[in-house]
């Protein structure tokens, strides 16, 4: 019987707790595990046992101390609203591997008031959406506890600290497999060196027991995240990397070990480290690289204060926690600390480095009224803030949830890998059996060594991490430089346009259009035709509205409809106006021009002036170097559009543009063959944004323009986009030269080893060397593309 934890696979005490289970009797550490694998099989999901490739964790969570959940004060700066309850994210350090996210989504979904659930076994984060009506939430993180998953607060602290402790024990398994690596070499060699057989008896066994004595250690200890991954994949009944590893280092030191005793002519010790220490050296490095692409979501997470400064109306200060801030509330940011929440600047001029949002390393200055972000930092004098959006209505918590939904994902380039990877160790194993019965026959004594550098030197990691280790260099390159993926595929899409249609306002454009005059005046003054203007103009989300924000006495609106890329219309003290385009406004043939009319007619015309953004043209200049057609789409009139495309360059401009005629002219060049990417920030932008091969939003557009993108440029620089494009290309050179590499190296090394040509230890130095070169490779992406 098992000497450890059914549930956690800790060591059982002097006296465990025996349970009954489907006719087994099975020992836990602790009624707490007891439990869990009780309700884990009356709620028919003990499915999660076969399909765990690590043990749970001990189930010692008290929960009564989980009712500091349900507080407002935590769950306001934590949790946000969504149609039919709230959403939060949790941080747990127990979910070892897939099966615990299979459970936990299964076990949650049973819960009642949960309405979704989603569990990320490679960030260790759980998403939870619940209704607070019918459930606490401390009820259902009773239920994670109760099953060995305690819950944090997704600060990423507490995962950091578990990643430290892990990359420690990682760090020690690799220096002890190295040193004795040396030692076995060593000894090896002396054996080796004796071709003639002269060396003593006496001496040839001291060499072999000492490097008996130095290669266990090595095999049981350093090697053992591969042994129980093999135990964990055989009990699934699947085929997996760690079953090949496993198999053949055992393999190489139970018959070392077997020939060490009986005095034989061969033994492998120095094959079987080798293979370890050479392994988990290339492990460390592919996690190096994943580290990198999740490394943003932590740096997010830990870039809001704990507390910040609340200055009074009475001018008298305090400190609280930032979840107590409120909308209106006034913070007092000191130089060097970070913003706590969305809001505007009050006093003078100021700078704030926005790196960890936009990836631009230089500080932002700031005049009384631009927004300040929440995470960005003071530089140069203190500053006071109005805040405007808390907790998780922020900009750095919504980038926070862009970045863990792209990493929850896998693109189905790295599935194909791994079904590949798995189809060829179940052939590996029969190629190495016929090969061991060929030699068996032919010359018996080499038979077991030709063998197991067969199955050493065949081993599929390095087309296993090809894509995996890519993707995470790549996307960790893309947050430095404010672009966060939120697809899956959008790298691959990205790596392939051969047209990219632009936006105009807020996009090429600073968004910002200023009011430049009113005329054409008819029964009405232009001071009251602003008004009017600004309260149709007030409660849209059309770029246009900004540049009536400063009349601050406009009257009140009923009934007030958006017609998109038309205009605003409604009733003002029951008379009905309308502004936008003249076919709208006032009937009349489209001037380019925007009117305020009415039933009788056109009443005014409004001239606005908008700005290109500072690197538009030098964006756009490196886009067309990088061989993309280049098409600019805008819903304004064809005078200011074919001005302002002049003005950055490009040729393709088209004007008055719906989103159905934005969405038909991708359409139209998707049918000619091409593959189009568009870059829109509004929120008429969506539909086109969907409907393109490949879409960007940019990062302080709407969100439902953000939700359809494939990608978000979270900066405000546009040469991020041609720097992505760089990115995407080079991503997708490395991994098919990866995965070129990884399939050249197995079919060639494969007939060298069966032949006999290769001896054990030099398979493990070449199917290591060939994972590390694949790594190596990957790792040229987290050079981030100069500008």
């Known amino acids: 019987m098992s000497e450890r934890c059914h549930h956690c696979g800790e060591p059982l005490p002097h006296a465990p707790v025996c349970v009954e289970l489907d006719g087994q009797s099975q020992l836990f550490c602790c009624t707490g595990c007891a439990a869990a694998a009780r309700w884990i099989r009356d709620a028919a999901l003990d499915d999660y046992y076969r399909l765990r490739t690590a043990p749970g964790s001990r189930v010692d969570v008290d929960p009564v101390a989980l009712s500091v959940w349900d507080r407002e004060e935590l769950l306001a700066g934590h949790a946000r609203p969504i149609e039919g309850g709230r959403e939060i994210t949790v941080l747990t350090d127990g979910m070892r591997c897939a099966a615990c996210a299979w459970l936990i989504d299964r076990a949650l979904a049973r819960e009642d008031g949960v309405l979704d659930t989603s ?249 009384p009224g631009d927004p300040v972000f929440a995470g960005t930092a003071c530089r140069e004098q203190p500053a006071s803030i109005r805040i405007t959006r808390t907790g998780p209505d922020t900009r750095l918590a919504e980038l926070t949830r862009l970045v863990e939904a792209a990493q929850a994902h896998r693109p189905a380039l790295t599935r194909i890998t791994e079904r590949i990877a798995t189809g060829f160790v179940a052939g590996l194993a029969l190629v190495a059996l016929g090969v061991y019965l060929w030699w068996r026959q032919h010359d018996p004594s080499r038979a077991f060594e030709v063998t197991l550098a067969v199955l050493v030197i065949s081993c599929p990691c390095a087309l296993s991490l090809a894509v995996p280790a890519a993707l995470a260099a790549a996307h960790g390159a893309l947050a430095r430089i404010g672009v966060l993926p939120v697809r899956p595929e959008a790298l691959e899409r990205l790596a392939g346009i051969t047209d990219l249609v632009f936006d105009k306002t807020g996009t090429l454009s600073d968004g910002r259009p200023h009011l430049a005059g009113i005329d054409a005046c008819h029964g009405i003054d232009p001071d009251a035709a602003l008004r009017i203007a600004a309260a149709l103009e007030r409660d849209s989300r059309h770029p246009l509205a900004a540049a009536f924000a400063q009349v601050t006495d406009a009257p009140a609106v009923e009934h007030l409809r958006v017609v998109p890329g038309q205009g605003v219309e409604g009733d003002i003290a029951g008379h009905r106006w309308r502004i936008g385009t003249a076919p709208f406004a006032i009937g ?180 290591a060397l060939s994972s590390l070169l694949v790594t190596l490779n990957a790792l040229r992406l987290t050079r981030v593309p100069s500008p």
């Not at 559009?641 to 003005?647: I, L, M, N, Q």
């Not at 393709?652 to 969405?663: C, F, G, I, M, V």
């Not at 091969?693 to 969100?703: C, F, K, N, R, W």
Request: charged share 20%; hydrophobic share 50%.
């Open 119 to 367: 569990a990320n076994a490679i960030t260790g984060r759980i998403r939870i959406a619940w209704d607070p009506a019918r459930a606490r939430l401390s009820q259902l993180l009773a239920r994670l506890a109760a099953l060995g998953y305690r819950p944090y607060l997704a600060t990423g602290e507490a995962r950091e600290r578990e990643r430290r402790r892990q990359r420690n024990r990682d760090l020690l398994r690799i220096g002890l497999a190295g040193l004795a690596a040396m030692q076995a070499m060593m000894f090896a060699e002396a054996l080796y060196l004796d071709s003639r057989g002269q060396m003593p008896q006496a001496t040839r066994d001291f060499f072999r027991w000492i490097t008996f004595l130095v290669s266990t250690p090595v095999v049981f200890w350093a090697g053992w995240p591969f042994i129980i991954g093999a135990w964990h994949e055989l009990r699934g009944r699947r085929l997996g990397m760690d079953t090949l590893i496993a198999s053949s280092t055992l393999l190489a030191w139970a018959a070392s070990t077997f020939e060490t005793i009986r005095g034989g002519p061969h033994v492998w010790f120095d094959a079987a480290v080798m293979f370890v220490f050479l392994l988990l050296v290339a492990r460390q490095l592919e996690q190096r690289a994943r580290r990198i692409a999740s490394a943003q979501v932590d740096a997010l997470a830990r870039a809001r204060p704990a507390f910040a400064i609340r200055v009074h109306d009475d001018g008298r200060r305090e400190s609280v926690p930032v979840e107590a801030l409120e909308v209106g509330d006034v913070v007092r940011v000191a130089v060097g600390e970070p913003v706590p929440a969305d809001g505007i600047l009050l006093d003078g001029e100021a700078q704030f480095e926005e790196s960890l949002l936009t990836g631009e390393a230089t500080p932002v200055p700031k005049q």
């Open 588 to 767: 009349r043939e489209d001037d380019g021009a925007i009117w305020l009319g009415d039933d009788h007619g056109a009443r005014a015309r409004f001239q606005f002036a908008e700005q290109p953004r500072p690197d538009a043209a030098a964006a756009v200049a490196r886009l067309h170097a990088q061989g993309v057609q280049l098409h600019l789409a805008s819903g304004d009139a064809a005078a200011p559009v074919a001005r302002f495309a002049s003005a950055v360059g490009l040729r393709n401009a088209h004007a008055r543009q719906s989103p159905e005629d934005k969405l038909a002219r991708v359409r139209a060049l998707q049918a000619e063959g091409r593959v189009v990417a568009m870059v829109g920030d509004g929120l008429n932008d969506a539909p086109v944004l969907a409907g393109a091969d490949v879409s960007v939003a940019i990062g302080d557009g709407a969100a439902l323009a953000q939700r359809s993108a494939d990608l978000v440029l979270s900066g405000a620089s546009l040469l991020a986009l041609p720097q992505a494009l760089t990115l995407a290309r080079r991503t997708r050179r490395i991994i098919r030269q990866n995965l070129a590499w990884a399939l050249a190296y197995n079919l060639l090394a494969l007939p060298l080893a069966a032949s006999g040509q290769v001896t054990p230890w030099m398979a493990a130095l070449g199917m």
